[in-house]
Antibody, heavy 119, light 112 residues
């Protein structure tokens, strides 16, 4: 059974940093691209980052480019999101999602972790 | 960036009745391989989003066959043949042709 478990959310200071993790199980982790998608309170879904199975290729939304970094540790089946220079507008529930059916279709999602950016 | 536009924003439905949601993209999602790179997701209250349909019309295993996707190029439709109470939530289309991946604004389906 595929499972994705996010952790690391919580309260972050404006200008501060947080690191999210997503522990994966139930599939061959390095065979699949992974993604981060967020949902701000009362808003829709927003894709922000993707990384290839090898970790060699990454894609960023403009809204987080230069501030957020996606990475993965295939030996630990873990996906990371390093969030720097946090802004109030980064307040959201962050989901990790596994790519599957097509290169970027997201066939499994974690339960989400809430990040609140406030002083 | 490919802009995705969904309609309607809100869709009150009667159980047992059909429902449809429209999704339009600012450029064609039909690739040279003949596939349309368009997914449909359902985000139920209190749950994580789930993939219903990929490549425009391919239903994910385990998704009830009352859900169907159609369309090509820039115009797509998600249909529910007979809505059930468990189908409430927000439906999103998303293009996966190119990054940045982009979602539609969502359609909230609720029971009348």
């Amino acid at each position: 059974e595929v499972q994705l478990l996010e952790s690391g959310g919580g309260l972050g200071q404006p200008g501060g940093s947080l690191r999210l993790s997503c522990a994966a199980s139930g599939f061959t982790f390095n065979n699949y691209a992974m993604n981060w998608v967020r949902q701000a309170p009362g808003k829709g879904l927003e894709w922000i980052l993707s990384i290839s199975g090898s970790g060699n290729y990454t894609h960023y939304a403009d809204s987080v480019k230069g501030r957020f970094t996606i990475s993965r540790e295939n030996s630990r089946s873990t996906l990371y999101l390093q969030m720097n220079n946090l802004r109030a507008e980064d307040t959201a529930t962050y989901y990790c999602a596994k790519s599957g059916k097509t290169v970027w279709s997201m066939d499994y999602w974690g339960q989400g972790t809430l990040v609140t950016v406030s002083s | 960036e490919i802009v995705m536009t969904q309609s309607p924003v809100s869709l009150p439905v009667t159980p047992g009745e059909p429902a449809s949601i429209s999704c339009r993209s600012s450029q064609s999602l039909l690739a040279f391989n003949g596939y349309n790179y368009l997914d449909w997701y359902l985000h139920k209250p209190g749950q994580s989003p789930q993939l219903l349909i990929y490549s425009g019309s391919n239903r994910v295993s385990g998704v009830p066959d009352r859900f169907s996707g159609s369309g090509s190029g820039t115009d797509f439709t998600l249909r529910i043949s007979a809505v059930e109470a468990e189908d409430v939530g927000v439906y999103y289309c998303m293009q996966t042709l190119q990054t940045p991946l982009t979602f539609g604004g969502g359609t909230k389906v609720e029971i009348k």
